[in-house]
């Protein structure tokens, strides 16, 4: 395989990852009913080493790269000081804004 080829099937293995994470959160966010901050945490956390797993590739596009800042938002947000309640809504209007993008 040539390196040019290599590195496209890197990046959009990345990509695809990235997009699986951010998916994941919000259906968790939007089908549980009342999550706990601990529950969110540590499904986060478990997910988001899938993404820390793949190899981490420069991105271009103003798409990919908010992509790539909402996902890593994501864990840190599990920790911090909100409420759940405040971290749903957050996490769903970024989340929401992100696709309209």
């Known amino acids: 395989m040539s390196e040019k080829r290599a590195q496209k099937t890197i990046r959009t293995k990345y990509i695809r990852e990235l997009e699986r994470f951010i998916n994941r959160v919000v259906n968790f966010l939007n089908t549980q009913n009342e999550p706990s901050k601990e ?58 804004r992100l696709r309209k993008t």
């Open 39 to 96: 529950e969110f945490e540590e499904f986060a956390k478990e997910k988001y080493k899938k993404v820390q797993e793949c190899e981490r590739v420069y991105l271009s596009k103003g798409y990919s790269q908010e992509m790539e800042k909402f996902a890593q938002k994501i864990p840190s947000a599990a920790q911090s000081d909100k409420e759940m309640e405040e971290i749903k809504n957050d996490l769903l209007y970024e989340a929401n």
